[in-house]
Protein backbone atom coordinates (compact mmCIF):
# COMPACT_ATOMS: atom_id res chain seq x y z
CA UNK A 1 0.00 0.00 0.00
CA UNK A 2 1.39 3.62 -0.86
CA UNK A 3 1.48 5.54 2.09
CA UNK A 4 2.13 9.08 0.83
CA UNK A 5 -0.37 10.16 0.05
CA UNK A 6 -2.29 10.01 3.37
CA UNK A 7 1.22 11.19 4.92
CA UNK A 8 1.05 14.05 2.91
CA UNK A 9 -2.78 14.80 3.59
CA UNK A 10 -1.92 14.66 7.86
CA UNK A 11 1.17 16.73 6.81
CA UNK A 12 -0.58 19.83 5.60
CA UNK A 13 -3.59 18.97 8.22
CA UNK A 14 -0.97 19.37 10.67
CA UNK A 15 0.25 22.57 9.12
CA UNK A 16 -3.00 24.04 9.47
CA UNK A 17 -3.64 23.59 12.77
CA UNK A 18 -0.13 24.98 13.56
CA UNK A 19 -1.15 27.98 11.80
CA UNK A 20 -4.57 28.04 12.81
CA UNK A 21 -2.44 28.10 16.64
CA UNK A 22 -0.11 30.85 16.00
CA UNK A 23 -3.41 33.04 14.41
CA UNK A 24 -5.27 32.36 17.53
CA UNK A 25 -2.11 33.32 19.89
CA UNK A 26 -1.36 36.54 17.16
CA UNK A 27 -5.10 37.63 18.31
CA UNK A 28 -4.98 36.69 22.11
CA UNK A 29 -1.42 38.18 22.88
CA UNK A 30 -2.08 41.42 20.43
CA UNK A 31 -5.36 42.24 19.57
CA UNK A 32 -6.76 40.60 22.90
CA UNK A 33 -4.24 41.34 25.02
CA UNK A 34 -5.38 44.72 27.01
CA UNK A 35 -8.90 43.16 27.12
CA UNK A 36 -8.27 40.12 28.65
CA UNK A 37 -5.76 41.81 31.25
CA UNK A 38 -8.41 44.12 32.49
CA UNK A 39 -11.11 41.73 32.39
CA UNK A 40 -13.14 41.66 35.74
CA UNK A 41 -12.47 38.54 36.29
CA UNK A 42 -8.37 38.18 36.04
CA UNK A 43 -7.11 38.29 39.36
CA UNK A 44 -3.19 38.16 37.67
CA UNK A 45 -4.17 42.32 37.05
CA UNK A 46 -4.14 43.50 40.76
CA UNK A 47 -1.05 40.53 41.54
CA UNK A 48 1.31 41.60 39.12
CA UNK A 49 0.04 45.55 38.78
CA UNK A 50 3.80 46.69 40.33
CA UNK A 51 5.62 44.10 38.97
CA UNK A 52 5.49 46.33 35.39
CA UNK A 53 7.67 49.42 34.93
CA UNK A 54 5.55 52.83 34.67
CA UNK A 55 5.96 55.49 32.10
CA UNK A 56 7.07 58.94 32.98
CA UNK A 57 5.12 61.94 33.81
CA UNK A 58 6.91 64.91 32.29
CA UNK A 59 6.44 68.75 32.51
CA UNK A 60 8.78 70.82 30.03
CA UNK A 61 11.38 68.46 29.82
CA UNK A 62 11.60 67.41 33.83
CA UNK A 63 11.02 64.39 34.76
CA UNK A 64 8.11 64.48 37.20
CA UNK A 65 7.41 60.75 38.31
CA UNK A 66 10.04 57.49 37.22
CA UNK A 67 9.68 54.14 38.50
CA UNK A 68 12.64 52.13 39.34
CA UNK A 69 13.26 48.57 41.02
CA UNK A 70 15.28 48.21 44.49
CA UNK A 71 17.95 45.74 44.16
CA UNK A 72 16.13 43.84 47.05
CA UNK A 73 12.44 44.16 45.54
CA UNK A 74 10.55 42.37 42.82
CA UNK A 75 7.76 45.51 42.87
CA UNK A 76 8.68 48.62 40.79
CA UNK A 77 8.86 51.86 43.39
CA UNK A 78 6.81 55.07 41.59
CA UNK A 79 9.03 58.02 42.66
CA UNK A 80 7.78 61.82 42.46
CA UNK A 81 9.65 65.01 42.19
CA UNK A 82 8.65 68.19 43.95
CA UNK A 83 5.51 65.71 44.91
CA UNK A 84 3.38 68.43 46.61
CA UNK A 85 3.75 70.61 43.76
CA UNK A 86 2.51 69.16 40.86
CA UNK A 87 0.12 66.72 42.81
CA UNK A 88 -3.07 68.13 41.82
CA UNK A 89 -1.47 66.93 37.76
CA UNK A 90 -0.08 63.69 38.47
CA UNK A 91 -2.15 62.37 40.99
CA UNK A 92 -0.84 59.26 42.79
CA UNK A 93 -0.82 55.97 42.03
CA UNK A 94 -0.48 52.75 44.13
CA UNK A 95 -2.83 50.20 42.28
CA UNK A 96 -5.28 52.83 42.75
CA UNK A 97 -4.59 56.43 41.12
CA UNK A 98 -6.39 59.95 40.31
CA UNK A 99 -5.41 62.73 38.28
CA UNK A 100 -2.55 61.83 34.62
CA UNK A 101 -2.65 58.97 36.64
CA UNK A 102 -5.46 57.77 36.04
CA UNK A 103 -7.07 59.06 33.33
CA UNK A 104 -3.55 57.97 31.52
CA UNK A 105 -3.45 54.26 33.41
CA UNK A 106 -3.35 51.61 30.69
CA UNK A 107 -0.84 53.84 28.29
CA UNK A 108 1.68 54.55 31.50
CA UNK A 109 0.78 50.68 32.07
CA UNK A 110 2.16 49.38 28.70
CA UNK A 111 -1.16 47.63 28.87
CA UNK A 112 -2.89 50.17 26.43
CA UNK A 113 -3.88 48.42 22.94
CA UNK A 114 -1.77 50.85 20.64
CA UNK A 115 1.18 49.41 22.73
CA UNK A 116 -0.14 45.85 23.04
CA UNK A 117 -0.41 45.25 19.47
CA UNK A 118 3.01 46.85 18.54
CA UNK A 119 4.69 44.39 21.22
CA UNK A 120 2.82 41.26 21.18
CA UNK A 121 5.57 39.27 20.50
CA UNK A 122 7.28 40.64 23.85
CA UNK A 123 4.52 39.71 25.83
CA UNK A 124 4.16 35.87 24.00
CA UNK A 125 7.94 35.65 25.36
CA UNK A 126 7.06 36.67 29.15
CA UNK A 127 9.00 39.91 28.61
CA UNK A 128 7.00 43.11 30.81
CA UNK A 129 5.89 45.77 28.60
CA UNK A 130 6.90 49.13 28.86
CA UNK A 131 4.72 52.00 29.78
CA UNK A 132 4.88 55.05 27.66
CA UNK A 133 5.69 58.33 28.67
CA UNK A 134 3.12 61.12 29.04
CA UNK A 135 4.22 64.71 28.01
CA UNK A 136 1.63 67.24 30.07
CA UNK A 137 1.57 71.13 29.34
CA UNK A 138 2.82 72.32 32.73
CA UNK A 139 5.51 74.82 33.10
CA UNK A 140 7.20 73.95 35.97
CA UNK A 141 8.70 76.86 37.41
CA UNK A 142 5.25 78.92 36.99
CA UNK A 143 3.65 75.62 39.07
CA UNK A 144 6.43 76.23 41.56
CA UNK A 145 5.86 79.74 41.95
CA UNK A 146 2.17 79.26 41.95
CA UNK A 147 2.23 76.31 44.67
CA UNK A 148 5.10 78.66 46.99
CA UNK A 149 2.51 82.06 46.50
CA UNK A 150 -0.77 79.38 47.59
CA UNK A 151 1.47 78.15 50.56
CA UNK A 152 2.51 81.55 52.03
CA UNK A 153 -1.11 83.33 51.10
CA UNK A 154 -2.31 81.14 54.23
CA UNK A 155 -1.04 77.95 55.25
CA UNK A 156 -4.20 76.80 57.47
CA UNK A 157 -6.32 77.51 54.34
CA UNK A 158 -7.41 76.39 51.27
CA UNK A 159 -6.39 77.80 47.53
CA UNK A 160 -5.77 77.43 44.11
CA UNK A 161 -4.22 78.55 40.80
CA UNK A 162 -5.36 78.33 37.02
CA UNK A 163 -3.50 79.17 33.99
CA UNK A 164 -4.76 78.38 30.33
CA UNK A 165 -3.26 79.34 27.48
CA UNK A 166 -6.10 80.99 25.15
CA UNK A 167 -5.09 80.36 21.64
CA UNK A 168 -4.92 76.07 22.67
CA UNK A 169 -6.58 75.43 25.99
CA UNK A 170 -3.37 74.42 27.23
CA UNK A 171 -3.55 74.64 31.32
CA UNK A 172 0.35 75.67 31.98
CA UNK A 173 -0.33 76.23 35.81
CA UNK A 174 -2.77 74.13 38.10
CA UNK A 175 -1.76 74.15 41.46
CA UNK A 176 -3.75 73.69 44.57
CA UNK A 177 -2.92 74.20 48.66
CA UNK A 178 -2.54 72.04 50.51
CA UNK A 179 -1.50 69.46 48.65
CA UNK A 180 0.46 65.96 49.74
CA UNK A 181 3.17 64.18 48.26
CA UNK A 182 2.09 61.24 46.44
CA UNK A 183 5.78 59.20 46.97
CA UNK A 184 4.35 58.95 50.47
CA UNK A 185 1.17 56.31 49.06
CA UNK A 186 3.30 55.04 46.69
CA UNK A 187 3.61 51.36 45.85
CA UNK A 188 6.95 50.84 47.94
CA UNK A 189 4.93 52.09 51.38
CA UNK A 190 3.17 49.35 50.88
CA UNK A 191 0.95 49.45 54.00
CA UNK A 192 2.36 52.35 55.91
CA UNK A 193 1.36 54.36 52.39
CA UNK A 194 -2.46 52.54 52.70
CA UNK A 195 -2.51 53.89 56.26
CA UNK A 196 -1.41 57.66 54.83
CA UNK A 197 -4.07 57.64 52.41
CA UNK A 198 -6.25 57.16 54.88
CA UNK A 199 -4.51 60.14 57.07
CA UNK A 200 -5.02 62.44 54.00
CA UNK A 201 -8.38 61.56 53.39
CA UNK A 202 -9.49 62.42 57.11
CA UNK A 203 -11.07 59.31 57.77
CA UNK A 204 -10.47 57.31 60.80
CA UNK A 205 -7.34 55.29 60.74
CA UNK A 206 -6.17 51.25 62.44
CA UNK A 207 -6.20 53.03 65.75
CA UNK A 208 -9.58 55.38 64.68
CA UNK A 209 -8.06 58.43 64.73
CA UNK A 210 -8.61 61.34 62.47
CA UNK A 211 -6.31 64.11 61.34
CA UNK A 212 -8.86 66.65 61.50
CA UNK A 213 -6.91 69.19 59.25
CA UNK A 214 -7.01 66.70 56.42
CA UNK A 215 -10.72 66.12 57.05
CA UNK A 216 -11.12 70.37 57.16
CA UNK A 217 -8.49 70.74 54.22
CA UNK A 218 -8.76 68.32 52.09
CA UNK A 219 -5.24 67.89 50.56
CA UNK A 220 -6.15 65.43 48.21
CA UNK A 221 -8.79 66.93 46.21
CA UNK A 222 -7.73 69.40 43.66
CA UNK A 223 -9.11 73.18 44.02
CA UNK A 224 -9.25 73.78 40.46
CA UNK A 225 -11.49 70.90 39.72
CA UNK A 226 -13.09 68.94 42.41
CA UNK A 227 -14.62 71.47 44.57
CA UNK A 228 -16.61 74.67 44.31
CA UNK A 229 -16.57 78.00 46.11
CA UNK A 230 -18.31 81.25 46.51
CA UNK A 231 -16.89 83.18 43.62
CA UNK A 232 -17.65 86.91 44.99
CA UNK A 233 -17.72 89.75 42.66
CA UNK A 234 -15.42 87.66 40.21
CA UNK A 235 -19.02 86.75 39.19
CA UNK A 236 -19.91 89.65 37.81
CA UNK A 237 -17.64 89.19 34.88
CA UNK A 238 -20.40 86.47 33.72
CA UNK A 239 -23.46 88.94 34.82
CA UNK A 240 -21.48 91.93 32.54
CA UNK A 241 -21.45 89.32 29.59
CA UNK A 242 -25.37 88.40 30.12
CA UNK A 243 -25.97 92.23 29.78
CA UNK A 244 -23.89 92.91 26.85
CA UNK A 245 -25.28 90.05 24.58
CA UNK A 246 -28.71 91.43 25.94
CA UNK A 247 -28.63 94.72 24.51
CA UNK A 248 -26.38 97.00 26.70
CA UNK A 249 -22.89 98.15 26.29
CA UNK A 250 -19.89 98.90 28.27
CA UNK A 251 -21.15 102.79 28.51
CA UNK A 252 -24.59 101.93 29.59
CA UNK A 253 -26.30 103.75 32.56
CA UNK A 254 -26.91 101.19 34.93
CA UNK A 255 -28.59 101.57 38.33
CA UNK A 256 -25.84 102.28 41.05
CA UNK A 257 -27.74 103.44 44.57
CA UNK A 258 -26.04 103.07 47.45
CA UNK A 259 -27.88 100.50 48.95
CA UNK A 260 -30.47 97.88 47.22
CA UNK A 261 -33.25 96.28 49.32
CA UNK A 262 -33.96 92.69 48.16
CA UNK A 263 -36.47 91.73 46.43
CA UNK A 264 -39.16 89.77 49.48
CA UNK A 265 -37.10 90.97 52.21
CA UNK A 266 -36.38 93.33 54.42
CA UNK A 267 -32.20 93.24 53.93
CA UNK A 268 -30.34 95.74 51.90
CA UNK A 269 -27.43 94.89 49.99
CA UNK A 270 -24.60 97.43 50.58
CA UNK A 271 -21.90 98.42 48.37
CA UNK A 272 -17.99 97.79 49.57
CA UNK A 273 -17.32 101.42 49.32
CA UNK A 274 -18.49 104.93 49.19
CA UNK A 275 -18.30 106.99 46.35
CA UNK A 276 -17.49 107.07 42.67
CA UNK A 277 -19.72 105.26 40.46
CA UNK A 278 -21.28 102.96 43.90
CA UNK A 279 -21.73 106.61 45.68
CA UNK A 280 -25.39 106.47 45.06
CA UNK A 281 -26.06 108.62 42.42
CA UNK A 282 -28.60 106.77 40.64
CA UNK A 283 -26.96 105.68 37.95
CA UNK A 284 -23.28 104.94 36.24
CA UNK A 285 -21.61 103.93 33.08
CA UNK A 286 -21.57 99.96 33.19
CA UNK A 287 -17.87 99.94 32.98
CA UNK A 288 -17.76 102.02 36.21
CA UNK A 289 -19.56 100.06 37.79
CA UNK A 290 -17.23 96.81 37.36
CA UNK A 291 -14.47 98.34 37.73
CA UNK A 292 -15.80 99.58 41.30
CA UNK A 293 -17.79 96.15 41.83
CA UNK A 294 -20.63 97.78 42.77
CA UNK A 295 -22.49 95.22 44.26
CA UNK A 296 -26.29 97.07 43.92
CA UNK A 297 -25.70 97.49 40.32
CA UNK A 298 -25.18 93.62 39.85
CA UNK A 299 -27.76 92.15 42.27
CA UNK A 300 -30.42 95.03 40.31
CA UNK A 301 -29.27 93.65 36.92
CA UNK A 302 -29.07 89.79 37.84
CA UNK A 303 -32.19 89.82 39.95
CA UNK A 304 -34.54 92.12 38.09
CA UNK A 305 -32.83 93.75 34.74
CA UNK A 306 -31.76 90.99 33.37
CA UNK A 307 -33.91 88.28 35.48
CA UNK A 308 -32.62 84.39 36.17
CA UNK A 309 -33.40 83.10 32.92
CA UNK A 310 -31.05 84.96 30.84
CA UNK A 311 -28.69 84.77 33.11
CA UNK A 312 -28.66 80.98 33.59
CA UNK A 313 -29.32 81.18 30.06
CA UNK A 314 -25.58 82.74 29.91
CA UNK A 315 -23.83 80.55 32.33
CA UNK A 316 -24.96 77.79 29.91
CA UNK A 317 -23.59 79.03 27.20
CA UNK A 318 -19.68 79.51 29.47
CA UNK A 319 -20.06 75.79 30.59
CA UNK A 320 -21.23 77.09 34.13
CA UNK A 321 -23.48 74.16 34.92
CA UNK A 322 -21.59 71.38 33.15
CA UNK A 323 -18.71 68.59 33.80
CA UNK A 324 -15.61 70.11 32.14
CA UNK A 325 -13.78 67.19 30.88
CA UNK A 326 -9.96 67.91 30.83
CA UNK A 327 -8.56 65.15 30.20
CA UNK A 328 -9.90 60.94 30.11
CA UNK A 329 -11.09 59.87 33.10
CA UNK A 330 -10.43 63.92 34.13
CA UNK A 331 -13.06 66.09 34.67
CA UNK A 332 -14.18 69.05 36.46
CA UNK A 333 -17.38 69.55 38.91
CA UNK A 334 -20.17 71.48 37.59
CA UNK A 335 -20.31 75.03 38.96
CA UNK A 336 -23.91 76.02 40.21
CA UNK A 337 -26.12 79.31 39.75
CA UNK A 338 -29.62 78.55 41.40
CA UNK A 339 -32.86 78.59 39.66
CA UNK A 340 -34.62 80.76 41.62
CA UNK A 341 -35.81 84.30 42.07
CA UNK A 342 -35.64 87.34 44.37
CA UNK A 343 -32.89 87.43 46.66
CA UNK A 344 -31.61 84.59 46.14
CA UNK A 345 -31.07 85.55 42.43
CA UNK A 346 -29.53 89.25 43.55
CA UNK A 347 -27.45 87.38 46.55
CA UNK A 348 -26.20 84.59 43.99
CA UNK A 349 -25.97 87.65 41.15
CA UNK A 350 -23.13 89.14 43.32
CA UNK A 351 -21.05 86.01 44.15
CA UNK A 352 -22.44 84.90 47.25
CA UNK A 353 -25.56 82.62 48.55
CA UNK A 354 -26.21 79.59 46.24
CA UNK A 355 -23.74 80.71 43.61
CA UNK A 356 -20.62 78.22 43.93
CA UNK A 357 -18.31 77.90 41.22
CA UNK A 358 -14.57 75.54 40.45
CA UNK A 359 -11.58 78.23 39.42
CA UNK A 360 -11.45 76.75 36.15
CA UNK A 361 -15.26 78.20 35.52
CA UNK A 362 -14.34 81.32 36.21
CA UNK A 363 -11.50 81.25 34.55
CA UNK A 364 -13.04 80.31 31.34
CA UNK A 365 -14.97 83.46 31.89
CA UNK A 366 -11.80 85.42 31.52
CA UNK A 367 -10.90 83.41 28.89
CA UNK A 368 -13.66 84.54 26.42
CA UNK A 369 -13.28 88.04 26.95
CA UNK A 370 -9.34 87.55 26.02
CA UNK A 371 -10.21 85.25 23.44
CA UNK A 372 -12.37 87.34 21.18
CA UNK A 373 -15.73 85.49 22.77
CA UNK A 374 -14.35 81.73 22.32
CA UNK A 375 -13.23 79.32 24.98
CA UNK A 376 -10.85 76.65 23.84
CA UNK A 377 -11.76 73.45 25.58
CA UNK A 378 -9.19 73.15 28.63
CA UNK A 379 -6.39 70.53 28.46
CA UNK A 380 -3.24 68.93 30.53
CA UNK A 381 -1.33 66.45 27.84
CA UNK A 382 0.71 67.79 25.06
CA UNK A 383 1.59 64.63 23.62
CA UNK A 384 2.30 60.49 24.23
CA UNK A 385 5.13 59.00 23.45
CA UNK A 386 6.08 54.85 23.32
CA UNK A 387 9.35 53.75 24.41
CA UNK A 388 10.70 53.83 21.17
CA UNK A 389 9.86 57.26 20.99
CA UNK A 390 6.76 57.36 18.42
CA UNK A 391 3.79 59.68 19.21
CA UNK A 392 0.76 57.44 20.69
CA UNK A 393 -1.20 60.90 21.09
CA UNK A 394 -0.83 64.62 20.42
CA UNK A 395 -3.07 67.15 21.55
CA UNK A 396 -5.87 68.89 18.99
CA UNK A 397 -6.67 72.00 20.27
CA UNK A 398 -10.27 72.67 19.95
CA UNK A 399 -12.99 75.06 20.63
CA UNK A 400 -15.21 74.69 23.59
CA UNK A 401 -17.82 77.60 23.76
CA UNK A 402 -18.14 80.87 21.84
CA UNK A 403 -20.37 82.58 24.37
CA UNK A 404 -19.65 86.19 23.02
CA UNK A 405 -19.52 87.95 19.97
CA UNK A 406 -16.05 89.54 19.65
CA UNK A 407 -17.47 93.20 19.98
CA UNK A 408 -18.89 92.09 23.27
CA UNK A 409 -15.72 90.14 24.28
CA UNK A 410 -13.76 92.85 23.57
CA UNK A 411 -16.01 95.05 25.72
CA UNK A 412 -15.79 92.92 28.53
CA UNK A 413 -11.76 92.77 27.99
CA UNK A 414 -12.11 97.10 28.76
CA UNK A 415 -14.25 96.65 31.58
CA UNK A 416 -11.34 94.24 33.20
CA UNK A 417 -8.35 96.63 31.98
CA UNK A 418 -11.02 98.95 34.04
CA UNK A 419 -10.38 97.05 37.16
CA UNK A 420 -6.51 97.42 37.38
CA UNK A 421 -5.92 100.87 36.03
CA UNK A 422 -8.59 102.67 38.01
CA UNK A 423 -10.20 100.18 39.92
CA UNK A 424 -10.29 97.50 43.05
CA UNK A 425 -7.13 96.03 41.85
CA UNK A 426 -5.66 99.51 40.83
CA UNK A 427 -1.76 99.68 39.89
CA UNK A 428 -1.32 96.14 40.44
CA UNK A 429 0.35 95.04 36.88
CA UNK A 430 0.23 93.80 33.56
CA UNK A 431 -3.11 91.95 33.72
CA UNK A 432 -6.93 92.82 33.39
CA UNK A 433 -9.39 91.08 35.39
CA UNK A 434 -12.04 91.17 37.99
CA UNK A 435 -11.50 91.01 42.14
CA UNK A 436 -13.46 89.02 44.44
CA UNK A 437 -14.46 88.69 48.12
CA UNK A 438 -16.96 86.45 49.25
CA UNK A 439 -18.43 86.39 53.23
CA UNK A 440 -18.55 83.00 54.43
CA UNK A 441 -20.54 82.46 57.08
CA UNK A 442 -19.75 80.74 60.35
CA UNK A 443 -16.00 81.71 59.53
CA UNK A 444 -13.70 84.73 60.10
CA UNK A 445 -12.21 84.17 56.61
CA UNK A 446 -13.44 85.16 53.03
CA UNK A 447 -12.62 83.61 49.69
CA UNK A 448 -10.51 85.98 47.78
CA UNK A 449 -10.18 85.86 44.07
CA UNK A 450 -9.21 87.92 40.94
CA UNK A 451 -9.61 86.21 37.83
CA UNK A 452 -8.13 87.57 34.44
CA UNK A 453 -6.04 87.71 31.33
CA UNK A 454 -2.38 88.57 30.55
CA UNK A 455 -0.92 90.29 29.29
CA UNK A 456 -3.51 93.56 29.58
CA UNK A 457 -2.88 94.19 26.05
CA UNK A 458 -3.00 91.44 23.32
CA UNK A 459 -3.71 88.71 25.72
CA UNK A 460 -1.88 85.14 25.69
CA UNK A 461 -2.72 83.47 28.88
CA UNK A 462 -6.18 83.43 31.35
CA UNK A 463 -5.93 82.92 34.74
CA UNK A 464 -7.71 82.58 37.77
CA UNK A 465 -6.47 82.82 41.72
CA UNK A 466 -8.34 81.43 44.87
CA UNK A 467 -7.59 82.11 48.41
CA UNK A 468 -9.02 81.97 51.68
CA UNK A 469 -7.84 84.30 54.19
CA UNK A 470 -8.43 88.13 55.85
CA UNK A 471 -9.05 90.86 53.29
CA UNK A 472 -10.16 90.88 49.70
CA UNK A 473 -9.69 89.37 46.34
CA UNK A 474 -8.00 92.90 45.33
CA UNK A 475 -5.39 93.05 48.29
CA UNK A 476 -4.68 89.14 48.66
CA UNK A 477 -5.33 87.28 45.00
CA UNK A 478 -4.47 89.86 42.44
CA UNK A 479 -0.61 89.97 43.79
CA UNK A 480 -0.41 86.25 43.75
CA UNK A 481 -1.81 86.33 39.69
CA UNK A 482 1.07 89.05 39.02
CA UNK A 483 3.83 86.82 40.55
CA UNK A 484 2.77 83.97 38.51
CA UNK A 485 1.86 85.28 35.54
CA UNK A 486 5.64 87.23 35.42
CA UNK A 487 6.76 83.49 35.68
CA UNK A 488 4.62 82.10 33.06
CA UNK A 489 5.24 84.96 29.96
CA UNK A 490 9.28 84.72 30.60
CA UNK A 491 8.76 81.82 28.28
Not at 168 to 193: C, F, N, R
Amino acid sequence: MNMDKPLRWVTVFGLLLIFALMVQVNYIQGSQAEKLQTHDLNNRQFLDVFKRPRGKILAGGEVLVSSTKPKESENYARTYKNGEVFAPVTGYFNGGANGIERAYNSLLDGRDKRITNQRWFDQFIGKKALGADVETTIMPAAQRRAYEELRRANPNLRGAVVVMDIRTGAIVVMATYPSYDPTDVAPQTGLKGGERLVELEGKPNSKGEVNERNKRLKPLINNVLEDTFSPGSSFKALIAASALENGYSKDSAVPAPSTYLLPGTRTSLPNSHEGGACGGAGTAPLISTFAESCNTTYGILGAQELGTAKVLETAKEFHYDQRIKVEPDLSSVQSAFPDADGARTALASIGQGDNNATPLHIMMIAAAAANDGRIMKPYLVQRVRAADQSVLEEADPQQLAEPLSGGQADQLADMMRAVTSTGTAKGVGDVAGKTGTADIDGVEYNNRWFAGFAPAQNPRYAFAVFTQGIGSGGEAAAPIAVNVMREVLKK
